[in-house]
């Protein structure tokens, strides 16, 4: 099934909200006098949340026009552009911060990502990629539990953590690390899954989607169902002398 993002920007719009264990990362990354740039930055979320707590400068560049014009919605405080990761037409060493969230997955050339980022770092600058690890695919609540038929398929689609720490290396990048954060939070409401807002749900079929969703209103009779979204954090440092 094809992604509609023309109706997917309305429904992120609607129910994504910031992972908060990976705001304060990026927040924890980011000082005043930052210059930052979120790449796929969808309807907003992160980066408008950025400069708000942290007061720096910041943009976010975005494919699809509709995820865009919703962004540019919510906050004039942010410069948003138009474009593709995989070509960054922006001037060598004008960010300390680059960043994507649930994004790298949807590029069709990582190396060529990862490549242009370094560019456009200053010199002790640093990138960040929040992606799942195939762990993480594999135990996620509610998604994989009630929609087993997307693990396969989101396990294709994302690239593995040790592939892209060596992407990472080989455009340059040092210090690379990483770390996991995670919350939790009842879900009380299907709605969101109701309306795909999770790129996955578009992936599978009508019959495997109509049978997770009838299993989560079985058990949203009982109670909140407990929801616990993860992240894989991957970090990469410019080197100040490159």
Same mark, same amino acid.
């Given at each position: ?5 023309? %109706? ?22 980011? $000082? ?51 474009? %593709? ?31 242009? @980022? ?5 010199? &002790? &600058?640093?990138?960040? @990629? ?14 994989? $539990? ?26 340059? =990048? ?9 919350? $939790? ?46 992240? $894989? ?5 410019? &080197?100040? =002398?490159?």
């Amino acid at each position: 099934m094809a992604i509609d993002y023309a %109706r997917l920007a309305a429904d992120y719009a609607r129910h994504r909200q910031a992972h908060p264990g990976v705001l304060l990362a990026l927040c924890r990354a980011a $000082t005043p006098a930052s210059r930052a740039l979120e790449v796929g930055c969808g309807t907003g979320n992160y980066i408008i949340a950025l400069q708000s707590q942290v007061g720096c400068a910041c943009w976010g560049i975005e494919p699809s026009p509709e995820m865009l014009s919703r962004a540019r919605e919510r906050s004039a405080a942010v410069e948003f552009r138009l474009g %593709r990761a995989e070509g960054l037409d922006l001037e060598p060493g004008s960010f300390d911060l680059v960043f994507t969230v649930d994004v790298i997955h949807h590029m069709t050339d990582r190396r060529a990502y990862y490549e242009q @980022t370094y560019g456009i770092l200053s010199p &002790g &600058g640093r990138v960040c @990629t929040a992606t799942d690890s195939e762990w993480i695919i594999r135990h996620r609540h509610p998604l994989s $539990t009630y929609f087993p038929e997307t693990v396969e398929l989101e396990l294709a689609r994302y690239g593995r953590i040790a592939e892209l720490r060596g992407m990472m290396a080989q455009a340059g =990048f040092d210090q690379i690390a990483e770390h996991t954060v995670e919350c $939790t939070y009842p879900l009380a409401d299907v709605q969101s899954y109701r309306d795909r807002a999770f790129s996955a749900l578009h992936l599978i079929s009508e019959e495997a989607f109509r049978r997770g969703i009838e299993r989560m209103e079985r058990d949203l009779k009982k109670g909140p169902i407990i929801c616990t979204p993860r992240y $894989t954090l991957l970090w990469g440092t410019k &080197g100040l =002398f490159r």
